[in-house]
């Protein structure tokens, strides 16, 4: 969705940036049982702030509805993408949250009863630890766009879909052994990305919690590559 949503935004500006996102909000996810499904961006006015571009967009499945005159469209996730002419510099990591021994091995994670994710979307290597305070993950990249589309727009990603899942997995496996019940993302708040093409290297991705309640947790997240950099 971010990247779809992203490639939209940058359509009329493309001597921009992708720099990331305010706002996203997952209002439903899309179920794709073997037929086509028509994806539809729709892209607003920009406004500016700050020297970059703030365009919001919204992404739409599109189905056809027999005897209902007409095709019907479902928005799925709507976001301001932010665009601009430079990386901003990457702040310097926080420390990590304590944490403990994750005592599931991640073979046993993507059993389809903590984590539902086919092989595609595997991403974590290792669970460093989790705790009340938070969790901290190790992932691998997502494969160049032509081994997961046809046809691909470009030959590399915007973003960085892997890793960023794998984060909302890290929230999955913590919501299991906090609550005793899985969780899935519906918002971020906001996203900033100082490279512009994520490392090939796998990233440690700490979760530090921010609130936790019975039935909504918020974190904070962050990519860190082996040297210490921000993501």
């Known amino acids: 969705m971010i990247e779809w949503m992203a490639h939209g935004a940058l359509h009329d500006f493309p ?64 976001a301001e993408v932010v665009l601009g002419e430079d990386l901003s510099v990457a702040p310097s990591p926080s420390s990590l949250p304590p944490i403990e021994a994750y005592t599931t091995s991640v073979t046993d994670c993507y059993d ?12 974590i290597e290792a669970i460093e630890g989790a705790s009340a305070a938070g969790i901290v993950t190790l992932s691998h990249c997502a494969p160049p766009p032509r081994q997961w589309m046809n046809d691909p727009l470009r030959g590399h990603w915007l973003a960085e879909p892997l890793m ?9 496996l913590w919501s299991q052994q906090q609550r005793g019940v899985g969780s899935l993302p519906v918002y971020a708040r906001s996203y900033r990305q100082f490279v512009r093409r994520f490392p090939k290297e796998p990233l440690r991705i700490v979760a530090r919690l921010v609130e936790a309640e019975e039935r909504r947790a918020v974190a904070d997240l962050e990519w860190v590559t082996s040297e210490g950099n921000v993501v």
Do not use: Y
Request: proline share 2%; hydrophobic share 45%; glycine share 14%.
């Open 15 to 78: 001597g921009l940036r992708f720099l990331g996102f305010e706002d996203l909000r997952v209002l439903k996810g899309l179920r794709i049982n073997g037929e086509t499904v028509e994806l539809v961006v729709r892209v607003g006015s920009a406004r500016e702030s700050d020297g970059c571009r703030f365009v919001p967009v919204s992404l739409a499945s599109v189905k056809e509805i027999k005897g209902n005159g007409g095709p019907q469209e479902t928005v799925l996730a709507r």
């Open 112 to 123: 389809g009863l903590l984590l539902f994710h086919g092989v595609a979307l595997q991403g």
């Open 164 to 172: 960023i899942d794998v984060a909302f997995q890290s929230m999955i």
